[in-house]
């Protein structure tokens, strides 16, 4: 053999290594095998495995869902029911000025100033975040709503986990979470609705280890403070699958033996809902007692709301329910429509484990039972479907992969392809509403709230109060205004009553005045030249603003 060759390495014998390009992409997409001598095109197939597309399905929606946080960060939060945005706002905004305080100000509806409902959890951290790092409070309120939105999938995991649903499907199902209509939307807005849902599911992912029998001390005292905690943000978020708990508990866990053997587990049980309800109850009672020392508040009391709440037995067998609510708002843009109804029936038809079925069933009574509940408000509030729609996800996530596994599991690319039709599917959606509202543009001068609320701001002091006509009892105008305000709602005889005895909802008289288009305007506007005299109003939009005292 010639000298020269001896000294060459054998190359037929050398080992191909794949490049850095290559192998970044391998530790990526979780691939084996990749040589050095492999195409893009092969990489992708051998990467071609469902798990991996759950992967990049679950990266892709994680980044789109951090994208559209970001792109609509400075929209002011009037996108879509401003009403309730402003209101939690507003209360944010007067715990920055005044400090923490169990009768927190939501100065809407006059003096007094203190008409709670929720205990603000999510209020005072929005406070504390926005004093910390010095950020406007509106994008600070928007950014911990999607913090705590993205957090959701911790418990999410720790749950499907605790049944033994494999890494492909909590994958799916967070991709599916992340990239909803319904989430992308409101996990982004100035809401308690995120922080709520965080510890309600906080909670089912304790109790659901307390139905295992397996449960540790820490898991008694975490599911009682996450149950607490998801009563005091907000009630109606977590009572549904409280009630689904005990119910589970007691007809399907306890056994007679129970009450002889395991009379400990049975009391911890009990201890741990039962006290977290007494103090979820008396938070109810408190801010009851706090609402009815002003004369709009005490037509705001859980008694006084009872009704609203919880709706007709009419509005149960409705089309507005079953129609506007089950298929336009919740299962055509988030569950896949028809094709997630087919996925469903077929996870719980194909099925061969009885743990999954039963799952895919939970799942599903724990997503329909609020609707059933809190009727009136669901219909109302397209909002409000964020308490509960996680489950369906869940269940549809848990159904799609069964389904997967059991017709697609020899054909990868296929396999793949069924999990991004549900994505696409979301993101359609999104594109088609979602997107429009977030995309259309808010400001000074085509917003009416904003317009008068920058005049009333100009030309009052900051411990003046102002009166509001023709907003209802919205905090909208009052937020942007930051004035302590009287926004009479248009309801009962308020807008009357209080022109002619102010004195009952204000013990000093407004400093302006802003009459907007209402039903009485004519009669409001007489009542106010009758106690004020003939003051000169300024137009601003389509409202009038009487000035009825002089900036310092």
Not at 265 to 289: H, M
Not at 331 to 343: E, K, M, R, T, V
Not at 408 to 427: C, D, E, Q, R, V
Not at 432 to 461: C, E, F, Q, R, W
């Amino acid at each position: 053999m010639p000298e020269t060759l001896k000294h060459q390495p054998d190359m037929t014998m050398q080992p191909t290594e794949p490049t850095k390009q290559q192998y970044c992409l391998q530790r990526l997409l979780c691939i084996k095998g990749v040589g050095a001598n492999d195409t893009l095109f092969a990489v992708l197939l051998k990467s071609a495995s469902p798990e991996c597309f759950a992967a990049v399905l679950f990266a892709f929606a994680l980044a789109l869902s951090a994208y559209f946080a970001v792109k609509f960060l400075s929209l002011p939060i009037l996108e879509s029911y401003g009403f309730r945005q402003t209101q939690t706002a507003l209360t944010t905004l007067f715990l920055m000025k005044n400090g923490f305080s169990f009768a927190y100000w939501t100065p809407v509806v006059g003096q007094g100033w203190s008409i709670p409902f929720e205990f603000p959890i999510y209020q005072q951290i929005t406070a504390l975040v926005t004093a910390c790092l010095g950020t406007p409070l509106a994008e600070t309120g928007r950014m911990v709503s999607w913090v705590f939105n993205l957090l959701c999938c911790i418990p999410a995991w720790c749950f499907l986990t605790l049944y033994q649903v494999d890494r492909k499907t909590k994958l799916f199902v967070l991709a599916l979470f992340l990239s909803s209509p319904l989430y992308l939307f409101w996990g982004s807005t100035f809401m308690i609705e995120s922080t709520a849902l965080f510890f309600s599911l906080s909670f089912v992912y304790y109790a659901a280890k307390i139905v295992r029998r397996a449960p540790g001390t820490a898991d008694y005292l975490l599911a009682f403070l996450f149950l607490t905690l998801a009563l005091l943000q907000k009630a109606t978020t977590v009572l549904p699958v409280a009630l689904i708990f005990v119910g589970f508990f007691s007809f399907c866990v306890v056994t007679l033996a129970d009450f002889q053997r395991n009379k400990l587990y049975l009391f911890k049980t009990f201890c741990t809902v039962t006290l977290a309800v007494i103090i979820g109850y008396a938070w109810v009672k408190y801010s009851d007692i706090i609402k009815m020392q002003n004369p709009i508040g005490a037509k705001l009391t859980s008694g006084a709301l009872m009704t609203w709440n919880y709706g007709s037995m009419g509005q149960r067998l409705s089309g507005q329910l079953w129609n506007l609510v089950f298929w336009i708002r919740v299962f055509s843009p988030n569950l896949g429509g028809y094709a997630g109804i087919a996925a469903l029936l077929g996870g719980l038809g194909l099925s061969q484990d009885s743990t999954r079925r039963n799952l895919i069933l939970v799942l599903l009574a724990a997503g329909f039972v609020p609707f059933f509940i809190f009727t009136n408000l669901h219909i109302v509030h397209s909002y409000y479907q964020t308490a509960n729609v996680f489950f369906l996800i869940m269940a549809l996530g848990v159904a799609v992969t069964t389904v997967g596994d059991r017709l697609l599991g020899k054909w990868p690319l296929a396999y793949g392809a069924l999990l991004a039709i549900f994505i696409i599917s979301n993101i359609y959606h999104f594109g088609i509403d979602g997107l429009k509202l977030k995309s259309t543009p808010i400001n000074v001068t085509n917003n009416l709230a904003m317009k008068t609320a920058a005049y009333v701001k100009a030309h009052t002091n900051e411990d003046q109060t102002v009166a509001w006509y023709g907003f209802d009892w919205s905090s909208e105008p009052v937020f942007y205004a930051e004035r302590k305000s009287l926004a009479v709602p248009e309801w009962d005889d308020f807008p009357l009553d209080t022109i002619r005895h102010t004195d009952k909802y204000l013990t000093v008289p407004p400093a302006a005045i802003v009459l907007c288009p209402t039903k009485s305007k004519d009669q409001i506007r007489e009542a106010i030249i009758n106690k004020y005299g003939a003051i000169k109003p300024e137009a601003v939009g389509e409202c009038e603003i009487y000035l009825t005292a002089k900036k310092d």
